[in-house]
């Protein structure tokens, strides 16, 4: 009864979506854990090119059941429409569930993300603005409606009753905007009920019954370790854990079910929004790689801030979610680079230290200590094997296997499910 799950070792956007929808080839259920419609995993596969928010990327395999686990926030209309537009271009959906203990997005998480963005002004945390974190804070206050609730129209219309006095007191009383009509987002929500209602169950009853058929479960992971809220670069991070520890919550399985734990690492680094990233390049460098690899958001089409391979980071990710193995995505992005650099120490304050600080500040001081190996320059993106990849970039992959400290399993040198190098077995 194996269970791997998939999990962001930088800060997002690594290509999870890719490796999730390779492997679901072989998996009975793919179930996502955490965070909202703020990720995008973008896969392209068969079927065409696809910017999944809230759909399990393992949608695709017609033998996956594809479960939104408790650990998401969801947003009813974006997830309906999410579903229309795979229906429209022929993917079936009628393997999707949703467990009923997850959270809703609401009309005033949306409003109370952006007034809360305004307000910081310069130190804007630079979130999408879709009512994620407000959602996961309701949720820790006790204040959030779940899928559940769905299925009780009466009990829902008491619970939003409540709250969205409360809710109100806030929009015109702090930041002097409209309030919201109870009766109007009860009915939009009572909408979207009786439209999501067949999709909603007890997720965690079937994924136990999954595992004892000896069936393999994929874990699949939003964002990235290092922003998750207690050991990313708070308070720039994410509201939900992505860490493999947060698979298990997030999903309803005992930690003792793991049987693999997947590290998914670009060739080199990107981040999305603000906060410190050591190996930032604001140099013709970093607009090459932004523009090889079309490095904007799948959610928002914000560009990404790129950057050298941060093995500090790394490091620090495979330890804190104990990788079995790795994949390295767009590797084929590096072909046309002369020289390449990776980040092995930082130095702070003038000091030289190996590991990630834990304080923001701190890590905004840090410079990168790069080690320096040389590029391939040649096309990687239609091999296959890994014996056949030119030795230069055998090198590259190799020291990046001695630095994270765990084995790489898969390569990707592209974006179609078959550009994919089966280095070692995950299982």
Known sequence: MPVIAIIGAQWGDEGK??????LAQKARVVVRFSGGDNAGHSVVNPYGEFGLHLVPSGIFSSQVVCIIGNGVVINPG????EIEQLNQRGVDTSRLFISDRANLIMPYHILLDGLEEEARGGKALGTTRKGVGPAFADKAARLGIRTGDFLDREALLERLRSIIDYKNIILTKIYGVSPLSLDEVYAQYCQYAERLAPYIRETAIMLEEALSRGELVLLEGAQGTLLDP?????PYTTSSSPLAGGGCLGAGLSPTRLTRILGVFKAYCTRVGGGPMPTELKDETGDLIRERAHEYGTTTGRPRRCGWFDAVAARFSTRINGFT????????ILDILPRLKICVAYQLDGQKIDYFPGNVAALARCQPVYEELPGWQAPTSDIRNYDQLPLEARQYVARLEELIACPVNLICVGPEREQTIHKTPIL
């Open 17 to 22: 979506g890719k490796v999730v929808d390779l």
């Open 78 to 81: 974006v997830l309906i429409g």
């Open 230 to 234: 207690d050991f990313g670069t708070y």
């Open 325 to 332: 193995g790795a994949a390295i995505t767009r590797l084929d």
